[in-house]
């Protein structure tokens, strides 16, 4: 079905590089809901939504596409969606900020389905490719910062550094060494292990509380799913969120191509080139099919 053989890795290749990178990519099932969470959304529907669409998106790549990537909730346009729009318009229920991602989500499937999207990636200069990656990378690198406390706001500079001694931001400087020594020594899935070694330290210091148990069977919260999506354009002209649909497919558009991009160039899946690891050295090739 997936014509390994074409590839040259062999299943064992494939089963250790898909468990790594579900270790690699799990903190987002709980990153996710938290920073949704405080934009009103309630963290269960937040994180069954989570799974149900990285669940969805990466078998739709897996088998309809056919390429080795895992699709799941960028860690940007929530940042967006908490921040600058949720909590930016006091008295909106988060359902009508939701309206906005639903219709630059459509408008933003429309523009894939035409030669448009394509002609754009072409067309973006080869050093702002890179460029799209790195500020996504250093945008969410800093929604980190302001969650743990290591930096906060100041009416002078804007951002100034948060107190050090605060037994929060000791953890995330604490958790923070431990996932880079383990990104260092090259081990899969360094930052699943950095943080459920973050996180049972903070269990032992008595920084976080089980107070429903450890493990319980998941279901499906009230509300998950919309039931009349129609009456999101509504919610866009009577809000006036014109803008946020502008930003959010902005800035899907631009984060989709620039990870796209990226994996691609590193894993040689690039049409007519190879590239080899780290060191983005690339040879002709062609990806087979």
Do not use: W
Not at 191 to 212: C, E, P, S, V
Request: charged share 5%; net charge positive; proline share 6%.
């Amino acid at each position: 079905m997936f014509n390994i053989k074409g590839y040259r890795p062999s299943v064992k290749t494939e089963v250790v590089a898909g468990v790594t990178t579900f270790l690699t990519m799990a903190y987002v099932m709980v990153v996710n809901p938290l920073v949704l969470s405080q934009g009103g959304v309630p963290f269960a529907q937040a994180f069954t939504a989570t799974i149900i669409a990285t669940l969805a998106g990466t078998l739709i790549m897996a088998l309809f596409a056919n390429y080795p990537i895992a699709v799941a909730p960028g860690m940007g346009l929530n940042a967006y969606f908490t921040y600058s729009l949720a909590q930016a318009h006091k008295g909106m229920d988060y359902h009508v900020a939701f309206s906005a991602v639903f219709i630059s989500a459509i408008l933003f499937v429309l523009l894939s389905l035409t030669p448009l999207r394509s002609k754009l990636i072409q067309a973006i200069p080869h050093n702002l490719k890179h460029a799209i990656g790195a500020g996504i990378g250093l945008f969410i690198a800093f929604i980190g910062l302001r969650l743990t406390g290591l930096v906060q706001a100041n009416p002078s500079t804007f951002v100034a550094l948060g107190n050090l001694h605060a037994p929060l931001v000791i953890l995330a400087v604490v958790g923070l060494v431990i996932t880079l020594i383990f990104m260092v020594l090259n081990i899969p899935g360094a930052l699943f292990i950095g943080m459920l070694a973050t996180g049972l330290i903070a269990f032992f210091t008595g920084q976080i509380h089980f107070t429903k148990g450890i493990v319980s069977l998941p279901t499906l919260p009230a509300g998950i799913v919309a039931y009349n999506p129609v009456t999101a354009i509504g919610d866009i002209v009577h809000y006036g969120l014109y803008g946020a649909v502008f930003s959010f497919l902005l800035v899907t558009l631009f984060d989709t191509t620039g990870t796209i991009l990226g994996l691609g160039k590193q894993a040689g899946l690039m049409e007519g080139m190879y590239c080899h690891g780290p060191t983005g050295h690339c040879s002709p090739t062609r990806r087979p099919h």
